[in-house]
Structure formats: structure tokens, C-alpha cells
């Protein structure tokens, strides 16, 4: 048996080995040191990538939402204006609706109430009748298209009467937010918000309108 030595002497006896354990923990330091400024590289692009998003305007966000244009030109040009594309929701989704996702065309309230119902169902939130999954993080509520115009008859003053017997079937303040998408003139679709949760009234314009109006009613 060789005899135990301590550890200065055993340095001095196999300075070989000792420099290779040397050199396998400094490789081993280096790769930890990698591998955490990788990880904080990573965390700060995430938490830049959130910013960004964050600060961009209702306009700038749906830029990067545009439609497969090469797909809806194809269904226009092999079907009917009347042809049904979709049923569902109590919607009827016509190739006539389609059109208005092309770029530069209006949206109708069908293939807005469509679009929100679909988002809506995915989701497990609820509209009309229906109150959101208990599950749902935040828990929305969403209005039909012409809720807005009801409550205030067209002239921006509230009237609770109009809508009453709509948010009969479920429970508002059990919910997070009510959201509100409204017509303007017939000529341009925003959203407005109830927060609940917060305790305040938003509105989402992509146009950049303010509409104090409608917090007023709200």
C-alpha cells in the first residue's frame, strides 16, 4: 500500500495530475459561466421582446396579424358571393363576408361577432348567455356587436333599461373585464373594456381615438 500523504506533499509528488484536476475545473467554471450569461442573454432579449410588444399601439399589433391573402383570393374565386364557408355561432360566414378581410376593406359586424366567437370558444370566455370557464385567466366577458349601440340608443348617453335584460343570464361582476367592441359611424370597429378587476374603463382604438364618451357611459 502506498502511504497516505497530505495534500501539499501529494502536489509536490504528481504536479502532472494536479494540473490536470486543475484544468478540468477551470473548464468546468468557464462552461457554468457560459451557460449563465447565455441564460441572462436569453432573459434580458425575452424581457426586451416583451417590452416592445407592450409599448406597441393597438395599430402596430394587428400589422402582425394580416390575413393569407393568396387563401381568401382563392375562396372568392371559386365560390359564390352567397356560398356559406362556415356556420356556427348563429353565423352565417359567406365568401360575400369574407371579403372584408381583404386589405383596405371595412369590417361588417358578422365576421367581427365570427372572429370573436371563434377567439372566444378557444379561450373559454363567455359572451351573451354564456359566463366564462372558472379556469379562465383573466375572465372576459364579451358583448355582441350592437351592445354598445343599444345601451346608449346612438347618443352617447347611457341607458341601463335598453340592456337590462341582457346580463340577466349571467353574473358581470363575477368577471374580470367586459369587453365591448363598437361601431363608430359605420366606418371604423374599436373596443372598449370594462375592467373590473382594476376598477377602470379602457378603450382600445387603433386610430388613436380617445373617445371619452364612451367612459363616460361605461
Known sequence: DEEEL?????????????????AVSEQRLEDAA???????????????????EATKTPRALSMGANVDAELLQKICDNAGD??????????DMTVEKLQCLS???????????????KW???HKQGSEKRMPKEDARPRCWFSSTYFYDKLTKLSGHYDYAAVKRWTRSIKPFDCDKLIIPINDSNVHWFAACINL???????????GGEHEEVHDAL
Open 197 to 207: 378587476r382594476d376598477r377602470r374603463t379602457e378603450v382600445y382604438d387603433s386610430m
Open 120 to 122: 372566444i370558444s378557444s
Open 103 to 117: 386589405r383596405g376593406v371595412w369590417l361588417n359586424s358578422e365576421t367581427i361577432s365570427f372572429i370573436l366567437e
Open 6 to 22: 497530505e495534500p501539499s506533499e501529494f502536489a509536490r509528488k504528481y504536479p502532472e495530475y494536479m494540473l490536470q484536476r486543475l
Open 82 to 91: 352567397k356560398t356559406i364557408v362556415a356556420d356556427k355561432w348563429n353565423v
Open 34 to 52: 457560459l451557460e449563465a450569461s447565455q441564460a441572462a442573454t436569453q432573459a434580458a432579449g425575452d424581457q426586451e421582446e416583451e417590452e416592445d
